[in-house]
């Protein structure tokens, strides 16, 4: 089955320094990958994904995340933190595509100090 | 607006009381989820619904039950046998299919949060 991990719980970046959020993967089959946000207290947004295609895939408010199927990673990216963009992010796969089965990440908080 | 409401937004019970989360989508979505969020532990699945009328188990329904009568609700009963049920509870929806399986992204409510004194 497939299983995501998101590598650090926290972290801390300057506003305007670069955000990087790792995400790892395991799928036997080509898999779906999406990153989601969640502001305290709502439900999540789609931020970007990725099916099938161009492993470079740009999303909302600036970020982007690039599949690498070598290194089983989609990690998401943002050149210039902004005080709006603390929130949790939530690394997600299905199968396929397969939304029965799709895995959550256990989620990165991001804080983004002045 | 089209959108999946969720309510109520905070809930507070005893010990023992069976709670009913609403969850109403006017995407015309086909499918529709429960998730379960904890601290520290990302989304899990309870329930799942493809179609109204059919609903299967996700990976935690042990002490939750759902219905679906209508394609725009998915009710979500947190039972007495629910050994540990404060957390947050998410409630899903999506639309597109391809060669039959629901795929893509998942539409979310803006969650109940569910706290048992």
């Known amino acids: 089955a497939q299983s995501v991990t998101q590598l650090g719980s926290h972290v801390s970046v300057s506003e305007g320094a670069l955000v990087l959020l790792r995400c790892n993967y395991s799928s036997s089959v080509p898999p779906y990958l999406f990153w989601y946000v969640q502001y305290p207290n709502q439900g999540l947004q789609l931020l970007l994904k990725y099916t099938t295609g161009a492993t470079l895939v740009k999303g909302i408010n600036g970020f982007e995340a690039e599949f690498k199927k070598s290194e089983t990673s989609f990690h998401l990216t943002k050149p210039s933190a902004h005080m709006s963009d603390a929130a949790e992010y939530f690394c997600?796969?299905?199968?396929?595509?397969?939304?029965?089965?799709?895995?959550f990440g256990a989620g990165t908080r991001l804080t983004v100090k002045p | 607006d089209g959108g999946i409401t969720q309510s109520p937004k905070y809930l507070f019970r005893k010990e023992g009381q069976n709670v009913t989360l609403s969850c109403e989508q006017n995407l015309n979505h086909d499918a529709m989820y429960w998730y379960r969020q904890d601290p520290g532990q990302g989304l899990r699945l309870i329930y799942y619904?493809?179609?109204?009328?059919?609903?299967q188990k996700g990976d935690i329904a042990e002490g939750y039950s759902v219905s679906r009568e209508k394609k725009e609700s998915f009710p979500l009963t947190v039972t007495s046998a629910q050994k540990n049920p404060t957390a947050f509870y998410l409630c899903a929806s999506t639309g597109s299919r391809d060669r039959g399986i629901l795929i893509g992204e998942l539409f979310f409510g803006e969650g109940s949060r569910l706290t048992v004194l």
């Open positions: 619904s493809q179609i109204v009328n059919d609903f």
């Open positions: 997600a796969v299905s199968e396929w595509g397969n939304n029965n089965d799709m895995r």
